[in-house]
């Protein structure tokens, strides 16, 4: 399940190393943020961030000539690296790449990427992000990867050959190791690295992480948060020919708004007043360009917060995804299975559900869908656990399934005509009453019958929800046969070492 537990690693060893013990059977939701890589107080990181910044002169400096596509995809393109098993797949550790709509971008823009105007200490590749309509803390992690995979490879590389033993690693030749500027091209190198059979029967080798690079949230430099930050950014301009402009713009919109209001005998809103100078300000930035450089100015200087923030979202993932899943694990070992190989793709979806609600409900699985005191808030991470109750299965299992009409939570199979739907919701989920129109059309996309629901709640009120939705969707007399009301309250269950 975890790469401790794979290559018999302690998991103190991993930790007192730096490194994220990560999962080998889905992705970790966790994704590198740049920043944390240039205001890290170790040489070895800062001297990182110069050769990140290093590649992205280099591309400033081929932009400025014409170039030919396949040249743009060489240099501006990125394929992913799917070996840290970071991101968000629920089945095994593929993910998108930066394709070539970045690339493109990336070319046409990198002007911008690398300037700092004077006002930011650093130039930092995020910010080519802000521009960017498809940015999201997953792009900007396998952007970042790309550009320190030979730092990844070395850091693993020497975890390797000290602690992992023999049989479980190898000297394994690596695409795309890292950027030779003397002929201009990414070049590929060997390394003794871990590796595993993965579920095609490859060989597959393994990165792994630092915990220091790493958060659960959006990276530091992002769209939204300087938006938010509209008014911190203004008080910051030290130009202030700059500042005074921008503040009279954003006063005129909102003038404009208030005498329209007043025109027309409405209420005068603050939340509108909000938008309307948050509007205003992201409308200037193509004007003014040099207010993403005071933003970043900012978040350079915001290093304690930043630490203490991915600190805490990280320990916070480790705490569900490692402590958890292991006792939720060993809960059900101890209940053992019964695997039936006679069953359809249906009936056995109906068991495992049976089985992981069994196990939540009355053998103390329910802790384990809390962590630091807080109820688990995601169906992705119930999805996560549900991949547990899975082992030594022969059926085709697959999480997030997408297939051009939405992504069905788990579709089990065994082969094209013997497959089913299962959807997980939280009785807490706006959307809750409009799953059972969701599963008529995966059905019919997937050639599947008979779909299954698993609704979580973990409140007196939130069941009284459940019971509703589902009443009034006509599917009373499917609960506990295709309906599962799992209860995940923690103020109603007696110990299970009490009840034995």
């Not at 013990?21 to 240039?38: E, G, Q, T």
């Not at 800062?46 to 590649?55: G, M, N, P, S, V």
């Not at 320190?148 to 479980?168: C, R, S, V």
């Not at 490692?322 to 056995?348: D, H, P, Q």
């Amino acid at each position: 399940m975890f790469f401790s537990e794979y290559f018999g690693i302690d998991q103190h060893l991993l930790s007192e190393y730096g490194a994220v013990d990560i999962s080998l059977v889905c992705d970790m939701p966790l994704f590198i943020d740049p920043m944390l890589i240039f205001n890290s107080d170790k040489p070895e990181h800062k001297k990182l961030h110069k050769e990140i910044i290093r590649y992205f002169h280099f591309l400033a400096t081929k932009a400025n000539s014409s170039l030919q596509e396949n040249e743009i995809r060489a240099w501006f393109m990125f394929s992913e690296v799917k070996n840290n098993w970071l991101g968000y797949s629920l089945s095994g550790n593929g993910g998108l790449a930066l394709g070539e709509r970045y690339a493109q971008f990336l070319y046409n823009n990198i002007g911008f990427a690398i300037s700092t105007n004077n006002i930011s200490q650093s130039t930092h590749i995020e910010k080519i992000m802000l521009l960017y309509s498809g940015s999201g803390k997953d792009k900007i992690s396998d952007l970042t990867v790309n550009l320190i995979k030979e730092f990844l490879l070395e850091y693993t590389q020497t975890f390797a050959i000290n602690y992992i033993d023999d049989k479980l690693k190898k000297r394994i030749y690596v695409d795309r190791a890292y950027f030779n500027y003397e002929t201009e091209s990414f070049a590929n190198k060997d390394y003794v690295l871990p590796f595993f059979i993965n579920v095609n029967g490859m060989e597959e080798f393994i990165l792994l992480t630092p915990f220091y690079f790493l958060r659960e949230g959006e990276p530091s430099i992002n769209r939204d948060d300087f938006i938010k930050n509209q008014e911190r950014i203004r008080a910051s301009i030290d130009n202030d020919v700059l500042r005074a402009y921008v503040n009279n713009y954003i006063f005129e919109a909102v003038r404009r708004y208030e005498e329209q209001q007043q025109r027309n005998k409405r209420r005068i809103s603050e939340r509108s007043i909000s938008k309307i100078e948050k509007d205003a300000f992201s409308e200037l930035t193509h004007e003014y360009p040099e207010l993403y450089d005071y933003y970043i100015r900012l978040r350079e200087l915001d290093t304690p917060e930043i630490r203490a923030i991915s600190t805490t979202e990280v320990n916070y993932q480790l705490e569900k995804f490692l402590k958890n899943t292991n006792e939720l694990i060993s809960a059900v070992i101890a209940n053992g299975y019964k695997i039936n190989e006679a069953l359809s793709a249906r009936e056995e979806a109906i068991q495992r559900l049976k089985f992981f609600k069994h196990v939540i409900e009355d053998c103390d699985g329910y802790k384990n869908l809390y962590s630091a005191g807080k109820r688990i808030s995601t169906e992705d991470d119930i999805r996560r656990m549900f991949r547990l109750v899975w082992y030594d299965t022969t059926y085709k299992v697959d999480f997030d399934t997408n297939n051009g009409r939405g992504e069905a939570d788990v579709i089990v199979s065994k082969g094209q005509y013997n497959q089913n739907i299962t959807e997980f919701k939280l009785a807490s989920n706006s959307s809750l009453p409009h799953v059972f129109e969701q599963l008529k059309v995966y059905e019919a996309a997937n050639c599947a019958d008979g779909s299954l629901v698993a609704i979580f709640f973990f409140t007196e009120n939130e069941f009284e929800i459940a019971k509703r939705v589902v009443k009034n969707a006509g599917y009373e007399d499917q609960v506990n046969k295709a309906i599962f009301l799992i209860d995940c309250r923690a103020d109603n269950k007696p110990s299970a070492s009490r009840t034995k």
